[in-house]
């Protein structure tokens, strides 16, 4: 979807060997990320059960938005829950795994985390879970092209109705 475009969040975390700087995550330092807090220069930020925070850049709304496209963050339950009492017209949409054993397989093939990183992970997924309901929608993530064509539903009739909104 062409008119859309992924923030890329901001994170204290380590960065992988695979991973660039401001292509998956903007690695900050855990300075650079106090100083951007104090400043007001994130959109939202949360900190991690397992350690590292995450939030998003109000530069890459800025710059998002400058290039005529609209912001699609991909965010932790409590990140999207204040974008959403914060700005004006955001949608919330609540990806879940179909069970969570699915969720915890999913997790532990991935194997980008020890046990001890997957077991927090895992709790707070439990939590996630009993914040569903106060999201906008919730896809079920059974099958990857169904899942994709429910979004892609969704994002289509969000936009004709915003701008169906704006027009005189």
Do not use: C
């Amino acid at each position: 979807m062409p008119e859309l475009e992924l923030a890329v969040s901001a994170t204290t975390r380590e960065r992988r060997p695979s991973e660039q700087h401001g292509r998956e995550y903007w690695f900050l330092s855990e300075d650079e990320f106090d100083r951007k807090v104090e400043t007001g220069e994130l959109l939202e930020w949360v900190q991690l059960d397992w350690g590292p925070r995450s939030g998003t850049l109000r530069t890459e709304i800025d710059r998002i938005r400058a290039a005529g496209r609209i912001p699609l963050l991909d965010l932790e339950t409590e990140g999207a829950l204040h974008v959403r009492d914060r700005v004006r017209g955001a949608v919330t949409v609540f990806v879940r795994a179909p069970s969570f054993e699915e969720n915890e397989r999913r997790l532990r093939e991935r194997a980008t985390e020890d046990e001890s990183e997957i077991e927090k992970r895992l709790a707070a997924a439990r939590a996630q879970l009993a914040q569903a309901d106060e999201f906008d929608y919730v896809i079920v993530n059974d099958d990857l092209d169904r899942a994709v064509g429910e979004l892609e539903e969704i994002v289509r009739k969000e936009l004709a109705t915003a701008g169906s909104m704006s027009a005189p």
